[in-house]
């Protein structure tokens, strides 16, 4: 299984019943194919730097999931059928690789 992240920005309309059940919903694709919800933020309502469907302001959720490859396209097809969703993105997710500190500037710091 791999790692993905996604974005999905639903209509501003929607009230807070309807988000929470969108959101149990995604879940419930994620986990239906045998994946794993790692991560999930409803990150609010914001101010969009376009208008998409006559809306200049969406919600925003983000997820953080594992799941099977050909479990991606599948996912994307079906959220862009939800008549509630603006717009859907799912990319693949790598963990930051943390550089090592430069030992001159550790040295100096001291």
């Known amino acids: 299984m791999k790692t993905y992240e996604t974005v999905t920005i639903l209509k501003p ?5 309807e988000v929470a059940a969108l959101v149990e919903k ?3 694709l994620i ?3 045998k994946g794993e919800v ?5 990150l609010g ?4 730097s376009h208008e998409i469907k006559k809306n200049r302001e969406g919600f925003y959720l983000y997820f953080r999931f594992k799941a099977e490859p050909n479990f991606v396209k599948k996912f994307n097809d079906t959220l862009k059928l939800n008549n509630s969703i603006l717009r859907n993105i799912v990319m693949s ?3 930051p690789k ?3 500190a430069n030992k001159a ?3 100096v710091a001291a």
Not at 38 to 42: A, C, G, M, N, Q
Not at 45 to 48: A, D, E, I, Q, T
């Open 13 to 17: 309309q929607l009230n807070d019943n």
């Open 38 to 42: 790692l991560s999930e933020e409803k």
């Open 105 to 107: 500037k550790a040295e």
């Open 93 to 95: 997710y790598e963990e």
């Open 45 to 48: 309502r914001r101010r969009l």
């Open 31 to 33: 986990t239906a194919a």
């Open 26 to 28: 995604i879940k419930g």
């Open 98 to 100: 943390n550089k090592p």
